[in-house]
């Protein structure tokens, strides 16, 4: 078993900066990807971002491309979350989920943990 747990979600205004972070355990950590994901209310989930075993390799939806930074550390068990530039739409519940493979994946079928979810709210 694997559990995710998110933290740093909250209310923010429209061009502002939040970072979420997920900290992992039970299954080495080292040995997954790890991805991003968000939901709002009356959609579906949808992919944010995704980053190698290694951190190595990220790889993120082209609506936050250049605004998000997903990153990790491996001895802290850790993934992290830099959201920049935040916009309105970008309110959702955020998900951060372990892959079944050490490479970046971006749909919810590739992987197999998923935290509680953070709330995101930002304000125009």
């Known amino acids: 078993q694997v559990q995710l747990v998110e933290s740093g979600g909250g209310l923010v205004q429209a061009g502002g900066s939040l970072r979420l972070s997920c900290a992992a355990s039970?299954?080495?950590?080292?040995?997954?990807?790890m991805g991003w994901f968000r939901q709002a209310p009356g959609k579906e989930r949808e992919f944010v971002a995704a980053?190698?075993?290694?951190?190595?390799?990220?790889y993120y939806a082209n609506s936050v491309k250049g605004r998000f930074t997903s990153s990790r550390d491996n001895a802290k068990n850790t993934v992290y979350l830099q959201m920049n530039s935040l916009k309105p739409e970008d309110t959702a519940v955020y998900y951060c989920?372990?892959?079944?493979?050490?490479?970046?994946?971006?749909?919810?079928?590739?992987?197999?943990?998923w935290g509680q979810g953070t709330q995101v709210t930002v304000s125009s």
């Open positions: 980053i190698s075993w290694s951190g190595g390799s990220t």
């Open positions: 039970g299954r080495i950590f080292s040995s997954s990807a």
């Open positions: 989920a372990s892959a079944k493979a050490i490479t970046v994946v971006n749909t919810p079928d590739q992987y197999d943990y």
